[in-house]
Protein backbone atom coordinates (compact mmCIF):
# COMPACT_ATOMS: atom_id res chain seq x y z
CA UNK A 1 0.00 0.00 0.00
CA UNK A 2 1.72 3.33 -0.80
CA UNK A 3 1.29 6.07 1.78
CA UNK A 4 1.95 10.12 1.56
CA UNK A 5 2.24 11.74 4.84
CA UNK A 6 2.12 15.60 4.62
CA UNK A 7 3.46 17.67 7.63
CA UNK A 8 4.66 21.50 7.80
CA UNK A 9 1.10 23.08 8.37
CA UNK A 10 0.06 25.73 10.18
CA UNK A 11 -0.84 29.55 10.91
CA UNK A 12 1.71 32.36 9.18
CA UNK A 13 1.46 35.66 8.88
CA UNK A 14 1.25 37.69 5.19
CA UNK A 15 4.56 37.53 3.67
CA UNK A 16 6.05 34.64 5.85
CA UNK A 17 7.12 31.21 4.78
CA UNK A 18 6.46 27.90 5.15
CA UNK A 19 7.89 24.56 4.20
CA UNK A 20 5.63 21.51 3.38
CA UNK A 21 6.43 17.82 3.74
CA UNK A 22 5.14 14.73 2.15
CA UNK A 23 6.90 11.64 3.21
CA UNK A 24 6.48 8.34 1.57
CA UNK A 25 6.40 4.80 2.35
CA UNK A 26 5.71 1.96 -0.08
CA UNK A 27 6.59 3.51 -2.95
CA UNK A 28 9.98 5.35 -4.01
CA UNK A 29 9.94 8.92 -5.44
CA UNK A 30 11.99 8.28 -8.21
CA UNK A 31 9.25 5.92 -9.32
CA UNK A 32 6.34 8.45 -9.15
CA UNK A 33 5.96 11.81 -10.32
CA UNK A 34 4.56 13.63 -6.81
CA UNK A 35 2.32 16.98 -7.25
CA UNK A 36 1.29 19.11 -4.38
CA UNK A 37 -2.49 20.60 -4.69
CA UNK A 38 -4.23 22.98 -2.56
CA UNK A 39 -7.64 23.35 -1.32
CA UNK A 40 -9.31 26.68 -0.38
CA UNK A 41 -12.80 26.78 1.43
CA UNK A 42 -15.65 26.55 -0.96
CA UNK A 43 -13.18 25.87 -4.01
CA UNK A 44 -11.91 23.63 -5.93
CA UNK A 45 -8.88 21.39 -5.67
CA UNK A 46 -6.19 22.91 -7.81
CA UNK A 47 -2.61 21.54 -8.57
CA UNK A 48 0.32 23.80 -6.86
CA UNK A 49 3.79 22.21 -7.93
CA UNK A 50 4.76 19.05 -9.24
CA UNK A 51 7.96 16.98 -9.98
CA UNK A 52 8.70 14.39 -11.94
CA UNK A 53 10.18 11.05 -11.20
CA UNK A 54 13.66 12.04 -12.28
CA UNK A 55 13.24 14.98 -10.66
CA UNK A 56 14.67 17.28 -12.81
CA UNK A 57 10.78 18.48 -14.75
CA UNK A 58 8.80 20.70 -12.21
CA UNK A 59 5.56 22.44 -13.51
CA UNK A 60 3.80 24.64 -10.91
CA UNK A 61 1.22 27.00 -11.10
CA UNK A 62 1.07 30.81 -12.34
CA UNK A 63 -0.09 31.80 -8.84
CA UNK A 64 3.17 30.66 -6.75
CA UNK A 65 5.67 31.38 -9.61
CA UNK A 66 8.58 33.06 -7.75
CA UNK A 67 7.16 32.29 -4.18
CA UNK A 68 6.88 28.62 -4.24
CA UNK A 69 9.53 25.77 -4.82
CA UNK A 70 9.64 21.83 -4.88
CA UNK A 71 12.70 19.91 -4.18
CA UNK A 72 13.01 16.26 -2.87
CA UNK A 73 15.73 14.26 -0.33
CA UNK A 74 15.68 10.81 -2.07
CA UNK A 75 17.30 9.22 0.81
CA UNK A 76 14.40 10.35 3.05
CA UNK A 77 11.78 9.25 0.34
CA UNK A 78 9.92 12.78 0.81
CA UNK A 79 9.14 15.61 -1.31
CA UNK A 80 8.98 19.42 0.13
CA UNK A 81 7.09 22.87 -0.75
CA UNK A 82 8.63 25.46 -0.36
CA UNK A 83 6.00 28.68 0.16
CA UNK A 84 7.85 32.12 0.74
CA UNK A 85 5.99 35.21 0.70
CA UNK A 86 2.83 33.81 1.55
CA UNK A 87 -0.90 35.80 0.99
CA UNK A 88 -4.25 34.99 2.16
CA UNK A 89 -5.43 33.64 -1.24
CA UNK A 90 -2.62 30.44 0.03
CA UNK A 91 -5.17 29.69 2.72
CA UNK A 92 -5.59 25.96 2.35
CA UNK A 93 -5.30 22.28 2.95
CA UNK A 94 -2.44 21.25 1.03
CA UNK A 95 -2.29 17.62 -0.40
CA UNK A 96 0.57 15.57 -1.97
CA UNK A 97 -0.41 13.16 -4.16
CA UNK A 98 1.48 10.30 -6.56
CA UNK A 99 1.39 8.95 -9.77
CA UNK A 100 2.86 7.09 -12.77
CA UNK A 101 4.17 9.10 -15.51
CA UNK A 102 4.78 12.44 -15.91
CA UNK A 103 4.25 15.23 -13.55
CA UNK A 104 1.00 17.06 -14.36
CA UNK A 105 -1.55 19.71 -12.07
CA UNK A 106 -4.09 17.65 -13.00
CA UNK A 107 -5.72 15.82 -9.84
CA UNK A 108 -8.06 13.73 -11.72
CA UNK A 109 -4.29 11.88 -13.03
CA UNK A 110 -3.47 11.28 -9.51
CA UNK A 111 -3.74 7.91 -7.95
CA UNK A 112 -2.51 8.00 -4.78
CA UNK A 113 -3.17 10.93 -1.81
CA UNK A 114 -1.98 11.96 1.55
CA UNK A 115 -4.46 13.10 4.10
CA UNK A 116 -3.71 17.05 3.88
CA UNK A 117 -2.23 19.67 5.43
CA UNK A 118 -4.04 22.95 6.54
CA UNK A 119 -1.87 26.07 6.07
CA UNK A 120 -3.89 29.32 6.96
CA UNK A 121 -2.24 32.89 6.57
CA UNK A 122 -3.25 35.79 8.98
CA UNK A 123 -3.07 39.29 8.43
Known amino acids: QLQRVESGGGLVQIGGSLRLSCAAS????????IGWFRQAPGKEREGVFA????????RYADSVKGRFTISRDIAKNAVYLQMNSLKPEDTAVYYC????????????????WGQGTQVTISS
Open 26 to 33: GFTLDAYA
Open 97 to 112: AAKRGIETLREDEYDY
Open 51 to 58: MRSNGIWT
